[in-house]
């Protein structure tokens, strides 16, 4: 009886190109028809003027360079920016110190990490509505809470100093999926190498610069990098924070909550500017690849891979 | 040299240093202060979720109380049906529903067969499919949304459920890495076996692959359903009319022309929560399962 392989290799194909294909057609429909074509289709509109309702027209680089003139697509850049460039180092660093406390050995250890991940299963609709009113300036529970360890109490959501500050808390409150990844990484950090620095003499500091610290570097890359994705593109806690009745394009207090990704939404579906709303999408595009190269270049200089 | 001896010094008095408290005493006290840590941060992250459940059992007055209280005063069911009656809830939460099942569907119907394609099958232009996956991961979903609202404007989709449905079919980059990885790890032996008794690529596939693959597709399932009861950007996009609206749309109407209804608003996003919040308890195990893997490659 002839084996089934060679009879399959006998057609001529390698084994399975057909298959292979097969398999993944779904994806490859999907890809082209969900992905590469409306990425192209979507650079073609950044260079012309329509609004849904007439044809596009070509206008050249015109939409990039109006883009610099605008006071609030600058505005929506800082904004952003600010999010992602304290917000994102800062997120990693709390997500650090608590998987550091969730590795204590100690009983309910399980217990303590779903607390942790908790918030981060709540609906991003639900969890803003929710810190919209414990930040309430009159009523809300955080500021009585201020009160009674003797901090100011900001009105947060009113003040534009503050609202940034309030759009990070509502982050940090979702951080446990990165917690839990931390905890995961510290818990494969070989046992060897504490005890090898126990007997070196290394004390907890050390421990953590020389064992901890560097074992973690490649899952921080991952986070960060992601963080980072995540953080340019933030629009549902900035966009429920700000929404108001018969005022599409909020951008809360002196257009201090007004991200990117607001102001690239407002462009398309409220002023149905849909070619400057596209550039805005192809700027976006370019900064992430530019922002993941450069992170991925500097990690040649603090990643540690081990040798397992 | 200073700082030798300093370490040496270090070394000798960090283990079996003379017994102050006594070693016993120590050993509790640390344990204990662990524990605190843990407690108060888990304060932290507790505390909001707290004041959304007793702020829907708050009576009005209550809710406004100066200064504000965590508990209230006196505990009342009332926001529950006023806010089940405010709105369309009940339609709200079965439109949830159904995208919640349409895109889980289609997620488990697309996502491991790519998956498996791309882990376990030799052909020509595997990689090219795979770096098409692993490069669209990081897509941000603004650079197609514009081009993409205007296919489905052009074939009048808009408005309907489609847009919300059809591309979970078509599969998901992250899940298809997610579970290739799985795949990859399943013995070879297994399609060999199956190819030896004359099973085709999708019988292997369905009846000897699958059925390992259950914890992974769990996995995959959990996130998916998770993803589309939380979803806020496709459905703010495509659904304009209330009868289509998902609960995380229609939450907003507790915003009223004379302020906001906290108490029966905090009821309903108590409602809308506890589903995501009851498959993870449930699943807890494929959750942590999952993040770990995610973040670990």
Known sequence: ?308 | MAANSTLVDVARTAEPRPARPGPRRRYLGRRLGHHVILILISAAFLVPFVVMITTAFKTPDDIFSVPPRLLPQRWVLDNFPAAVQSMPFLRYLLNTALLVLLNVAGTLVSCPLVAYGLAKLHWRGRSVIFFTVLATMMLPAQVTFIPLYLLWDRVGAVGTFWPLIIPAFFGTPFYIFLLRQFFAGVPDSLREAGLIDGASELRIYLQLVLPQAKPAIATVAIFQFVATWTDFLLPLIYLNSEERYTLSIGLYSFFGQHGVEWGPLMAACLIFTVPALAIFVVAQRYFVQGIAVTGMK
């Open chain 1, 1 to 308: 009886m002839p084996d089934p392989a060679t009879v399959r290799a006998g057609r001529g194909r390698r084994p399975g190109t057909r298959a292979g294909f097969a398999f993944s057609t779904p994806w490859i429909i999907g890809f082209c028809v969900f992905m590469a074509g409306p990425i192209g289709i979507s650079l073609y509109y950044s260079f012309t003027e329509f609004n849904l309702f007439q044809e596009p027209r070509w206008v050249g680089l015109a939409n990039y360079a109006a883009l610099f003139d605008d006071q609030k697509f600058v505005r929506s850049v800082l904004n952003t920016a600010f999010l992602a460039v304290v917000g994102v180092p800062l997120g990693l660093a709390l997500a650090l110190l608590v998987a550091l406390a969730l590795n204590f050995p100690v009983r309910g250890q399980p217990l303590y990490r779903a607390v942790v991940y908790l918030p981060a299963i709540v609906p991003v609709v639900t969890a803003t509505y929710l810190w919209r009113w414990v930040f309430n300036a009159q009523y809300g529970y955080f500021n009585q809470l201020l009160d009674k360890v003797g901090l100011p109490q900001p009105n947060w959501l009113a003040d534009l100093a503050w609202t940034k500050p309030a759009v990070l808390i509502i982050t940090w409150w979702g951080i446990g999926g990165t917690a839990v990844i931390y905890l995961a990484a510290l818990q494969q950090v070989p046992q060897q190498l504490y005890e090898a620095a126990a007997v070196d003499g290394a004390n907890g500091w050390r421990r953590f610069w020389h064992v901890t610290w560097p074992a973690l570097t490649p899952v921080t890359l991952f986070q960060l990098i992601m963080g980072l994705i995540a953080a340019v593109q933030i629009f549902a806690p900035t966009y429920l924070l700000t929404q108001s009745r018969g005022n599409a394009a909020g951008g809360g207090p002196g257009d201090s909550l007004l991200t990117y990704t607001m102001y690239l939404f407002h462009n398309a579906f409220v002023f149905l500017r849909m070619g400057q709303a596209a550039a805005m999408a192809w700027i976006l595009f370019l900064v992430i690849g530019l922002l993941t190269l450069v992170i991925l270049i500097s990690s040649k200089r603090w990643v540690h891979y081990g040798s397992e």
